[in-house]
């Protein structure tokens, strides 16, 4: 610590927080969220809390601002801002600091902006407020606001509404907004979390640009470890409402100290030392699958089959759907989901469908699970065309090939205890008997890691990754052959995540399982596929091994992709 | 924008012509006679009942009578009463007088309910909430007609604050108390409404964000929280058109106000049909248009389903 | 491809490790096994036993059902046993409510007047919900065409307010039932469930549990009853709650109109016509009748609201 008289501008804190404790109120007493946290952002500098949900990373942050949801309060410590303790401060004089002062960039940007008023209107009154600008010249500079942030024909733009913005744009207006009065602190929360990946590179730059050039000290707030050692100076890891560890940005990644930090570099997707560490787990898995899933072929072609046991299970043929929407009167426009769409899966692999928003992975998967009809192309299961099934064969169709879903939220019925939703499958297949059938249920319990007394309870009681574990567990109910993961650990904390996707792994060696992994994040797809299939607006842009994608990339658009992994660029050598 | 509006129009057509269909099929194609129906529990001479059957085309096929009785609607020919005056007279009168009482009972609804409503949501949970929740409950389920001859005993005549019937005089006045009464249900729902759409708004993402922008309660409250709780308000207002219409007769009846509810309670109550169906259809009709304007109001306030 | 990453003209922060204590890595996303099962219902029955608008609103029903099936527990007097020559008497023992115009017993017909209100009030509510949800989860199931053809229908009956159409209707009828007056309300109510259950039952038809089911296998049909209903049903429950109160009232407002109820009948709204005039010259035997109808429907609405707000989904834990 430096003595006082030597302090320069640059080196007097900005923002001091010093053992703050934030609890709310529940049925059964104050829960505490955030327990004795300190920490100091100098002017001008990129500070990063990174913790997983439920670790007191947005709670620190909004109570900066007195801004805390519901029964949220501040019990202890305090929060100098500018040589002011601003903990104590009464309402109407947050006021003042909010905006000009200190300004806040929210996460999500659709549900950010008021849907009735137009986004022009929405900037021009924070102008108004902090005392910028008022009327005419207020809109002039919402307009220099919204270009400088980075949206083309800003002037145009300003009469328009949030619901005809897209993502990107409406992120890029809220950035506008939380700058507009030249803060000195500016609290990003999950400014890309709802983002795709390219345009989050896009603005994280553009963002990163802007707080340099103005000298803004930025607060950010994130999930994601490779991103905030990509964007700030200093790293803050939270856990469970505590600072588990903080440092130097790069210092923290290259050696972490804290075991929790070390388990979250560790399971990091994007950071090249998963990335190296996957690979080579990957090939072993892969192979074991390839033989288990030979062996289930040959009893396949043995016994009764379905259809003709093929080493591609799964082939995919020009595939095309064209969905008609209406625009007007009685007018409809064709919009083509999916153009065109050929490949193959092997028994015993995965195959990746790697795409943003509006690529249509999403349509395939569904196409190929038989619960879409395309438009033309076929989708040829085992040698038979799933779209030319009677119903008894798409009958026996669906229990060879099942999915899994993106949202641990609805997945699971919550009417259903989870030896329901589990033996359901079961009982519409008339598998069994009754007791057969709870046997059953409890041999996959375990397999996914769930203790057998879990039967009994029902979904609310769970957490995301537990329901998904019984998701996989009631698609795995039926001994499929494929399982078509859409999206299935996007919604999921980075260690929880990567608990998953072992699981999933491990279930392919064992089982044989062939699999169909939907998913928008390039990063994750290292540790579960063998090849790659990278769309854009429904077409196939790029198909090749994994190797070859992350090694050699061919199209442009791939390398925008991987390019925008955040914290890609960072090695790590041990 | 108008590609909404035309579909909105567009929309009401069948519905216009299914529901005077259905009023229509129900007083006129019941088993029985329809005459008989129509004459109540009066006996009818053979020479008043020929009248009636021809005046009501039931020697014509269904539906070509079904198409006479729209073309009174359009024209605005019901026919005469049975105390003999046209009844498109009769309705020219009272026409005005309900419009009055109705506007004034809105106004009432309006302002209060979504004025306590406001501060209700506002404060939720609080003392005034809890009172304010208690009573509008109370307005709920006590029926419109105890209300009202409650308040017509207390108020007009235990007290005499105001005269307890209306009669010839229509004046604002004179028309407070029944507007009140009118109000009175509505004024209830509006206020839990407004309550729950401002508690429910106020946690709202964007709400946080104005606050971070840096400004004040007031304005917040006013130009984000108030706006958007309005919307499911307004929607309400044009279902609301139909309690009105309802408890307007109710009202109309107590006070003794000859407006198109007091026609209608007055008909009902002496068994006379046919101005019962004219009157009641052409509320109907009113009924429709009210929503048709609610939803374009409504499409004015959110322009996210301008382009649905 | 080299590190991009800020470096500073910034002060360097000092590296701080809290002790491994903190956060200690226990199992990532261990099951909490410490509390006894609970589904949706538990969570909301428990929520429901604590709120006093619950247990006033069901003490409320509970009285007023026994009240309606077993009147002569609370009185022995026929309420249509009727002699003038009692007009208008005030309160003595054994009639502590004083006798009517007629000269009939206000206690006894307020009690018997119980069963007419809860009759229609079950009787509608039963109707609609079986009409309105079978309506409603059909259209909003299916949607396409028949979404499209069977909204319209329900938009003809919505479009004429339940009212208008009840004293339209009732007035034609001569001899008039309590069966009557059911089938009426019922004819107009339907369309207000309908549009509740087509509402819950869209939005749960979004879950991709639904999906899942028709991976498996499950007919679409089959989907509909065992899945999405079920979980529509929160929304459905509290509306026909509510609307049983004020079916009650509509059918006090008709009979107090006289088309609803026949006079033969017992019924709240009946006595308070009858009892209108008799306010002017001072009595109180309206406020008898008027009371227990208020307070039925109280009970009802109550029980509405407290329902609505325990079966919310964003006050249930996650």
């Not at chain 1, 625009?327 to 999916?338: C, E, I, L, M």
């Not at chain 2, 020697?59 to 605005?76: A, E, M, N, R, S």
Request: one cysteine or more; aromatic letters at 8%.
């Amino acid at each position: 610590m430096t003595t006082k008289e030597t302090l320069t501008p640059e080196e007097t804190p900005l923002l001091e927080i010093r053992d703050l404790e934030v609890s709310f109120q529940s049925n059964s007493g104050p829960v505490p969220a955030v327990r004795g946290v300190s920490l100091t952002v100098y002017p001008g500098q990129t500070v990063a809390i990174v913790g997983e949900s439920g670790s007191g990373k947005s709670t620190t942050a909004h109570s900066i601002i007195n801004l805390l949801p519901g029964t949220g309060k501040v019990t202890a410590g305090e929060i100098i801002f500018d040589g002011k303790d601003i903990s104590k401060v009464s309402e109407k004089d947050f006021v003042h600091i909010r905006g000009s002062q200190i300004g806040l960039v929210p996460q999500d940007p659709m549900s950010n902006l008021n849907p009735v008023w137009k986004v022009g209107f929405q900037i021009e009154e924070a102008l108004a407020a902090n005392g910028i600008a008022k009327g005419k010249a207020a809109k002039v500079r919402a307009a220099e606001l919204l270009e400088e942030a980075g949206l083309a024909e800003a002037e145009s733009r300003l009469g328009q509404y949030p619901h005809e913005f897209s993502g990107g744009m409406r992120q890029r207006a809220l950035i506008a907004i939380g700058l507009s009065a030249r803060p000195k602190l500016l609290i990003a929360d999950e400014p890309t979390s709802a983002l795709d990946v390219t345009v989050q590179r896009q603005i994280l730059d553009h963002l990163d640009g802007l707080t340099t050039e103005l000298g803004t000290a930025v607060l950010l707030i994130t999930h994601d470890l490779g991103l905030a050692a990509e964007r700030a100076e200093h790293l803050i890891v939270m856990s469970k409402g505590r600072i588990v560890e903080s440092g130097p940005a790069l210092e923290i990644l290259k050696r972490p100290q804290h075991p929790y930090t070390q388990k979250l570099v560790a399971a990091a997707p994007s950071l090249a030392s998963k990335r190296l560490s996957s690979s080579v787990a990957r090939a072993e898995i892969r192979e074991q699958a390839e033989e288990v899933a030979e062996a289930v072929k040959a009893e396949e072609s043995a016994g009764e089959s379905f259809g003709k046991a093929t080493d591609d299970v799964l082939v995919v043929d020009h595939l095309t759907k064209v969905f008609k929407l209406r625009k007007g009167f009685r007018k409809t426009t064709d919009f083509t989901a999916v153009n065109d769409v050929s490949f193959k899966v092997r028994r015993g692999t995965t195959t990746a469908i790697v795409g943003e928003s509006g690529s249509g992975k999403s349509t395939v998967a569904q196409m190929v699970l038989g619960l879409l009809e395309p438009t033309a192309g076929n989708v040829v299961f085992d040698g038979q065309d799933v779209a030319k099934l009677g119903a008894k064969e798409t009958f026996a169709f669906r229990r060879r090939v099942q999915p899994i879903f993106q949202n641990p939220y609805g997945t699971l019925d919550p009417m259903y205890s989870i030896y329901r939703t589990i033996e359901e499958p079961l009982r519409t297949h008339k598998v069994g008997t009754k007791a057969e059938r709870e046997a059953r249920v409890r041999e996959l319990l375990d397999k996914v890691g769930l203790p057998q007394s879990v039967m009994r309870r029902f979904p609310n009681e769970l957490s995301g990754g537990q329901r998904q574990r019984v998701a996989i567990a009631r698609a795995l109910a039926l001994q499929p052959e494929v399982v078509i993961c859409d999206e299935a650990v996007s919604a999921l904390d980075v260690l929880v995540q990567d608990q998953i996707l072992t699981l999933l792994n491990d279930l392919q060696a064992e089982f044989g399982l062939t699999y169909l992994f939907i998913t928008h994040d390039l990063a994750v797809v290292r540790q579960i596929a063998d090849n790659v299939l990278v769309m854009s607006r429904g077409s196939i842009v790029e198909s090749a091994p994994i190797d070859d994608v992350f090694g050699n990339p061919q199209q442009d658009y791939t390398r925008k992709l991987l390019d925008a992994i955040p914290g890609g660029s960072i090695t790590l050598g041990s | 924008m108008l590609w909404y509006i035309g579909r909105r129009v567009l929309q009401m057509i069948p519905v216009f012509l299914g529901a005077t269909l259905l009023i229509y099929a129900m007083v006129f194609l019941l088993p029985g006679d329809p005459i008989a129906a129509l004459a109540g529990d009066k006996a009818l001479s053979p020479a008043v009942a020929q009248q009636l059957r021809e005046r009501y085309h039931l020697d014509l096929p269904f539906y070509q009578q079904y198409l006479l009785y729209l073309k009174g609607i359009f024209t605005l020919d019901f026919g005469t009463s049975f105390s003999g005056r046209p009844v498109s007279e009769v309705l020219a009168q009272a026409f005005p007088i309900t419009m009055k009482l109705a506007f004034m009972a809105l106004i009432v609804e309006t302002v209060f309910g979504v004025g306590f409503g406001l501060i209700a949501g506002l404060r939720k949970g609080g003392f005034f909430d809890s009172t304010v929740l208690l009573f509008s409950l109370v307005l709920i389920a006590i029926p419109i007609f105890v209300i009202g001859f409650l308040a017509q005993f207390f108020i007009g005549v235990k007290w005499g604050i105001v005269p307890p019937t209306v009669g010839g005089n229509t004046s604002f006045t004179n028309l407070l108390l029944p507007a009140l009464v009118l109000g009175s249900v509505s004024f209830a729902y509006v206020l839990r409404l407004t309550r729950t759409s401002v508690a429910e708004n106020l946690t709202a993402d964007y709400v946080r964000t104005a606050t971070a922008k840096g400004l004040s309660r007031g304005r917040v409250v006013r130009v984000h929280v108030l706006r958007n709780s309005l919307i499911p308000v307004v929607t309400f207002l044009g279902a609301d058109l139909a309690t009105l219409m309802g408890g307007a007769i109710v009202t109309e009846g107590i006070f003794n106000i000859n407006g198109v509810g007091g026609t209608i309670y007055q008909a009902v109550t002496r068994g006379e049909a046919p101005t019962v169906v004219s009157f009641v259809t052409i509320l109907i009709v009113i009924y429709l248009i009210a929503n048709l304007l609610v939803d374009l109001l409504y499409a004015a306030l959110d322009p996210r389903i301008r382009y649905v | 491809m080299s590190e991009t990453v800020k470096t500073g003209r910034v002060v360097r922060q000092s590296h701080f490790v809290a002790p491994p204590e903190v956060a200690a890595p226990g199992e990532t996303d261990a099951v909490k096994l410490d509390q006894a099962p609970t589904s949706m219902w538990t969570d909301a029955w428990r929520d429901l036993r604590k709120r006093p608008l619950f247990i006033i609103s069901t003490i409320i029903i509970l009285a007023v059902i026994v009240i309606a099936a077993f009147p002569s527990l609370f009185t022995s007097t026929d309420p249509r046993f009727c002699d003038l020559t009692y007009s208008m008497q005030g309160p003595t023992s054994g009639h502590w409510f004083g006798f009517d115009r007629q000269g009939c017993d206000v206690y006894s017909r307020t009690i018997y007047g119980a069963r007419a209100s809860v009759l229609v009030g079950v009787g509608v509510t039963a109707s609609v919900l079986v009409i309105g949800v079978i309506f409603g989860a059909l259209s909003g199931f299916y949607g396409g065409w028949t979404d499209s053809i069977l909204s319209r229908v329900a938009d003809i009956f919505f479009g004429i307010p339940l009212i208008l159409a009840a004293i339209v209707l009732m007035q034609l009828f001569t001899d008039r039932t309590i069966w009557t007056v059911v089938g009426v309300l019922a004819l107009f109510g339907w369309p207000q469930m309908a549009r509740i259950a087509r509402g819950a039952v869209i939005s749960a038809k979004n879950n991709d549990y639904v999906m899942a089911s028709e991976a498996l296998g499950v007919s679409k049909l089959k989907t509909l009853i065992r899945h999405v209903i079920p979980n529509s049903l929160a929304p459905i429950i509290v509306v026909a709650t509510i609307s049983l109160g004020t079916y009650i009232v509509a059918e006090a407002t008709l009979s107090f109109l006289g088309i609803g109820l026949p006079s033969t009948e017992v019924s709240w709204g009946g006595d308070i016509s009858n009892a209108q005039v008799t306010l002017r010259q001072g009595s109180t035997i309206l406020f008898y009748p008027a009371t227990a109808l208020a307070i039925t429907v109280l009970g009802f609405i109550m029980m509405g609201d407290a329902l609505r707000d325990a079966l919310d989904p964003k006050s249930r834990k996650r």
